[in-house]
T-cell receptor, first 111, second 113 residues
Framework: DQQVKQNSPSLSVQEGRISILNCDYTNSMFDYFLWYKKYPAEGPTFLISISSIKDKNEDGRFTVFLNKSAKHLSLHIVPSQPGDSAVYFCAANFGNEKLTFGTGTRLTIIP | DAGITQSPRHKVTETGTPVTLRCHQTENHRYMYWYRQDPGHGLRLIHYSYGVKDTDKGEVSDGYSVSRSKTEDFLLTLESATSSQTSVYFC????????????FGPGTRLTVL
C-alpha cells in the first residue's frame, strides 16, 4: 500500500518556466514532508522540507506547498534551469526515525 | 557533504552466492539505513539501525540481513542472492529528530545473474 504517491513519472518543462511536481499522501498522521533530488549515478540529496503546521516553505527558487485537507504537496521551481533536470522524490515522516518515499518524478528541462 | 561511503560501487554476482555491501560514515550519526531503488518503486527501506547492535526491519527485508558492530559501519548481507535482488542499493544516515533529514551515500549497483 503506497502511502506516498507521485502519479507523474515524468515531466518536461521549458527552461525559464515554472516546474510543478506533485505528491499525494494517504496518512493524515504524517508530520513532516521532504523533497529530495537525484542525479544519475549519485545518491539522493535533500532539497527542501515542510512541517504539517505550515502551508508554505521557500528556499531560493524552490517552494513547497502543503494542502493538508487534500493530503497534497507540491514543489515549485522557478525559473527552471537545465541543472534542475533530475529525479525528484517526495518523502513523509511521522516525526520518527523512518521516511516513506514516493516513486519519483523525472524532470527534464528543455533548453 | 556528509561523510558517507559505500563499497563496492558495482558488483556482479551469480544466483545463490552470498554478497555483503558496506556502508561507512564519518559523521557519528546515530541512525543508518539501507534502501533499494527500483524503477516504479522509488526508494524502499530494507533495514535500519538506531545504534550499535540495534537494528530493525523495513518494508522489504526478506532475503536481507544487517549488522552494525561499530557506529560508523553498517553492513547489508544477501545470504543467497537472487535475480530479484538486482537493484541499486543506497545507504543513508541521520541524526533523527522531527524532520529526520537523511544523507545518502553514492549507491551500489548490484547485478545478480
Amino acid at each position: 500500500d503506497q502511502q506516498v504517491k507521485q502519479n507523474s513519472p515524468s515531466l518536461s518543462v521549458q527552461e525559464g518556466r515554472i516546474s510543478i511536481l506533485n505528491c499525494d499522501y494517504t496518512n493524515s498522521m504524517f508530520d513532516y514532508f521532504l523533497w529530495y533530488k537525484k542525479y544519475p549515478a549519485e545518491g539522493p540529496t535533500f532539497l527542501i522540507s515542510i512541517s504539517s503546521i505550515k502551508d508554505k516553505n521557500e528556499d531560493g527558487r524552490f517552494t513547497v506547498f502543503l494542502n493538508k485537507s487534500a493530503k497534497h504537496l507540491s514543489l515549485h521551481i522557478v525559473p527552471s534551469q537545465p541543472g534542475d533536470s533530475a529525479v525528484y522524490f517526495c518523502a513523509a515522516n511521522f516525526g520518527n526515525e523512518k521516511l516513506t518515499f514516493g516513486t519519483g518524478t523525472r524532470l527534464t528541462i528543455i533548453p | 557533504d556528509a561523510g558517507i561511503t559505500q563499497s563496492p560501487r558495482h558488483k556482479v554476482t551469480e544466483t545463490g552466492t552470498p554478497v555483503t555491501l558496506r556502508c561507512h560514515q564519518t559523521e557519528n550519526h546515530r541512525y543508518m539505513y539501507w534502501y533499494r531503488q527500483d524503477p516504479g518503486h522509488g526508494l524502499r527501506l530494507i533495514h535500519y539501525s538506531y545504534g550499535v547492535k540495534d537494528t530493525d526491519k523495513g518494508e522489504v527485508s526478506d532475503g536481507y540481513s544487517v549488522s552494525r558492530s561499530k557506529t560508523e559501519d553498517f553492513l547489508l548481507t544477501l545470504e543467497s542472492a537472487t535475480s530479484s535482488q538486482t537493484s541499486v542499493y543506497f545507504c543513508a544516515i541521520s541524526d533523527g529528530g522531527g524532520y529526520n533529514e537523511q544523507f545518502f551515500g553514492p549507491g551500489t549497483r548490484l547485478t545478480v545473474l
